[in-house]
């Protein structure tokens, strides 16, 4: 299994997709910090700290921006092996359509971890940038510190609601139905993301949970995590049925 | 007496009880009987079929490719030869048949048996962005079999050695055709499935796989079985051609029987086919040929292709000239599937 993730990882050798999901996780902190000096010099009287530009911060990466990247990522790694022809070399070796699947998604969920400490960090260090200027309220490492759990399970729960999106892209064998998918989702989550109903809607749900926001809204907080369980598993079995009884023409 | 019947009984008893052993040794004797036969054949396929909805694509094949012999599988596009590989290689799953590799049906431990089987199917795909040592590096890794030479050896073996640091997107056609045979031999398989080897090489790379596909089965009693649209290479290189039309395997002949079946003829040319003809008919009543126009094709008379030139001669017919030749395998292929090339 060491091997399949070395190999997974291994194939990202080189890829644009690296440099481009930085990129793409960096506009978070970038966006933090436009909004920090709009608040700054349009409303100097309010001080804001830290902890508020973290809290701030998980709204447009676990709903909008990051989202988006992650889905794009997924599209790529299970799209690859069919649009570069791969799987015709790799199946007959032999190597289990399971395993391989298997290696994918740890490679994913490495991946969206390691974003997701990218955008932590980003957000230190041009708050650090910000502090250096202007003077940040409450600007320390052990303040940034708390709020590394809650990015890291941040990452872990939006693995947990891509998983039809790999199904997407293995069946469609591209980036078009994915990308769209995750389009449509970000404007629901856009539109639910100050709505109670949002913790039934799982990729607002995941937000809710790493902000504890659930309980406080009047539902169960194990409701919203059967809700993104189901959506997981359901993505998790149709992207392994499908690559286990599909015939590679 | 009487005190001999139970000694008898005891033994007849005992005898008997040795029944289902000896059935049991029966059985696996019979067992290790059938393995040595099937055996013989490193791939054979029983009953094959493929279908996609109402189309039959593979229709109850039954190839029998011999261990250390080059089996060349010949069909036009679309005559089901691609889908029977890919069944072979787990790719496709068939709808009908079954499939024993090395004496074995390939679903029983697949992970052992596919670790002797070394393929390439139509255009081999890898990464693009990796270069081709580390596309190999991938394929060894996966296979559990990661060992440092095996990669450095394949590529010198196909002449891509110097251009190892090269991104496989930048390769030619020619250099991605030379990867996929590095990947499909690397890890020394005993059996290699090869689907259109040669597409993308130049005359010097063919020749150059042609020998070492060759080198392969003479030194290490590899068996190869491969399928080209180049009829004259299978023709240089097979023992033994299978012949796939519209989805089913019409012919599986040997190599050197197939030559002996071939007829000689010799080929006139001359300035009156119908005299010719005539000529033939007055005087050489036995002798197979055909006409047409001005070209006569006198079959499997050699010996009197002197005596039938002088005829021809005092009848006044100007003959410009007289070929000996041979039925080759595209002649054969095209009358085997009833007119047509292979293309």
């Known amino acids: 299994m060491l091997d399949l993730i070395f190999c997974e990882l291994l194939k990202l050798k080189r890829s644009k997709m ?56 997924t599209a790529f790694l299970f799209s690859r092996e069919y649009s570069e022809n791969t799987l015709k070399i790799i199946i007959p070796i032999p190597v289990s359509r399971s395993k391989l699947l298997i290696g994918k998604f740890c490679a994913l969920l490495l991946w969206i971890v390691a974003l997701n400490f990218v955008t932590w960090v980003g957000i230190f260090m041009v708050c650090g940038l910000y502090h250096i200027v202007f003077t940040l309220e409450k600007y320390s490492f052990s303040v940034a510190i708390e709020w590394l759990p809650k990015y890291l399970l941040g990452g872990i729960l939006m693995f947990l609601t891509i998983s039809p999106f790999a199904f997407a892209a293995e069946k469609t064998k591209g980036f078009v139905a994915p990308v769209i998918g995750s389009a449509v989702i970000v404007m629901g989550s856009a539109a639910l993301a100050n709505h109670d109903w949002g913790a039934f809607y799982p990729w607002t749900a995941i937000f809710f949970l790493v902000q504890g926001k659930i309980n406080s809204n009047g539902y169960i907080t194990a409701l919203s995590i059967i809700i993104v369980l189901l959506l997981s598993a359901a993505g998790f079995v149709l992207t392994f049925y499908h690559l286990n009884t599909e015939d590679l023409k | 007496m009487s005190s001999l019947l139970p000694d008898v ?65 010949l069909g036009r596009n679309g005559a089901g030869k691609t889908t029977a590989m890919k069944m072979m290689l787990q790719l496709v799953f068939p709808t009908g048949g079954s499939i024993r590799l090395f004496g074995k049906d390939c679903r029983d431990n697949a992970t052992v ?175 197979n040929y055909t006409i047409q126009e001005n070209t006569l094709r006198v079959y499997g008379s050699n010996h009197l292709v002197g005596e039938m030139n002088r005829d021809f001669a005092l009848n006044g017919l100007n003959v410009t000239k007289i070929n000996p030749l041979e039925e080759n395998l595209e002649e054969y292929f095209s009358k085997l599937i009833g007119g047509g090339g292979i293309a």
């Open chain 2, 113 to 287: 048996l596919y670790r002797n089987i070394g393929s390439i199917i139509e255009t081999p795909g890898f990464y693009g962005n990796l270069t081709g040592e580390e596309n190999l590096e991938i394929l060894a890794r996966l296979r559990g079999q990661f060992c440092k030479n095996a990669v450095p050896d394949a590529l010198q073996i196909v002449g891509l050695n110097k251009e190892k640091r090269k991104i496989f997107s930048d390769y030619s056609l020619g250099m991605k055709q030379r990867l996929g045979i590095a990947a499909a031999i690397m890890h020394k398989p005993k059996l290699l499935i090869l689907d259109e080897p040669i597409n993308g090489l130049d005359p010097i790379g063919i020749w150059e796989i042609r020998t070492f596909l060759t080198k392969l089965t003479r030194d290490n009693g590899t068996t190869v079985f491969i399928s080209s649209h180049v009829l004259s290479e299978i023709e240089q290189i097979a023992d033994i051609i299978g012949v796939m039309h519209q989805g089913r395997l019409i012919e599986e002949v040997d190599m050197a029987e197939l030559r002996n079946r071939n007829q000689k003829y010799t080929e006139f040319e001359l300035s009156d086919g119908q005299l010719a003809v005539k000529i033939i008919k007055d005087h050489y009543r036995d002798t």
């Open chain 2, 9 to 73: 009984t005891a033994d007849f008893l005992a005898f008997h009880t040795l029944d289902p052993i000896i059935n049991l040794l029966g059985e696996r004797i019979k067992k290790i009987q059938k393995g040595i036969i099937v055996m013989k054949y490193i791939i054979e396929t029983d009953h094959l079929t493929k279908r996609y909805g109402t189309n039959l694509v593979v229709n109850q094949v039954n190839f029998h490719v011999p261990k250390g012999k080059v089996y060349g599988l």
């Open chain 1, 18 to 73: 690296i440099p481009i999901s930085i990129i793409g996780v960096l506009s978070t902190p970038m966006l933090m910090l436009l909004e920090a000096l709009q608040t700054h010099f349009d409303k100097p009287e309010l001080a804001f700290t830290l902890a508020d530009i973290y809290k701030n911060s998980v709204l447009y990466s676990m709903l909008l921006t990051n989202m988006m990247i992650y889905v794009a990522i």
